[in-house]
Nanobody
């Protein structure tokens, strides 16, 4: 059974940066598109960024130019580099396949606040 483990979140001031990591175990990771999702308090979970098996990427409009998704298939890991963070980026961030395939991990909290 696949397990997803997100890390790298924290408290950061507006304009700051964070790099999130997601390690996947027990899967042929390289066979699937992977994405980062987020869920803010009181809101539905949304797909923020996708990285296909050929490293093609797509982004939610509100994060374009600020976030970068990447993957390392040898390490079964997907990353999200987040720059110029805004308070509205505050959420719990999760990774999963696109479309959804695995049980959700615990996520990692990102809080953007001064």
């Amino acid at each position: 059974q696949v397990q997803l483990a997100e890390s790298g979140g924290g408290l950061v001031q507006p304009g700051g940066s964070l790099r999130l990591s997601c390690a996947a175990s027990g899967s042929i990771f390289s066979a699937y598109a992977m994405g980062w999702y987020r869920q803010a308090p009181g809101k539905q979970r949304e797909l923020v960024a996708t990285c296909t098996t050929t490293a093609s990427t797509t982004y939610l409009d509100s994060v374009k130019g600020r976030f970068t998704i990447s993957r390392d298939n040898a390490k079964n890991t997907v990353y999200l580099q987040m720059n110029s963070l805004k308070p509205e980026d505050t959420a719990v961030y999760y990774c999963n396949a696109v479309p959804l395939k695995y049980v959700w991990g615990q996520g990692t909290q990102v809080t953007v606040s001064s």
